[in-house]
Nanobody, 119 residues
Framework: QVQLVESGGGLVQAGGSLRLSCAAS????????MGWFRQAPGKEREHVAA?????????YYKDSVKGRFTISRDNAKKTVYLQMSSLKPEDTAVYSC???????????WGQGTQVTVSS
């Protein structure tokens, strides 16, 4: 079992930056690949980024965030991060982290944190 709690969301102007954190509890955090997802009102959930369980490979970024977002993790702190820069209004969404495997299956989810980018 892994419990996930996101933090770091907020209101930022376009062009600004935010760093999201996702803190995990449980003993098996390092056994899971981790992903960040987002969902805007009225839209489907999108997969934003993913990182391998040992952190040596950030193997997925959504095309629209490549070069602007960076996923990383610290297994000693049981935390995964999403550094977001050059934010755009279309990045506005609830951002959630999830724990899963390297086949794209995610089993544990956080509640999410709101990110709002004003123009």
């Amino acid at each position: 079992q892994v419990q996930l709690v996101e933090s770091g969301g907020g209101l930022v102007q376009a062009g600004g930056s935010l760093r999201l954190s996702c803190a995990a509890s449980g003993r098996t955090f390092s056994s899971y690949d981790m992903g960040w997802f987002r969902q805007a009102p009225g839209k489907e959930r999108e997969h934003v980024a993913a990182i391998s369980r040992n952190g040596d490979s950030a193997y997925y970024y959504k095309d629209s965030v490549k070069g602007r977002f960076t996923i990383s993790r610290d297994n000693a702190k049981k935390t995964v991060y999403l550094q977001m820069s050059s934010l755009k209004p279309e990045d506005t969404a609830v951002y959630s982290c999830a724990a899963g495997d390297d086949s794209g299956h995610y089993y544990y989810w956080g509640q999410g944190t709101q990110v709002t980018v004003s123009s």
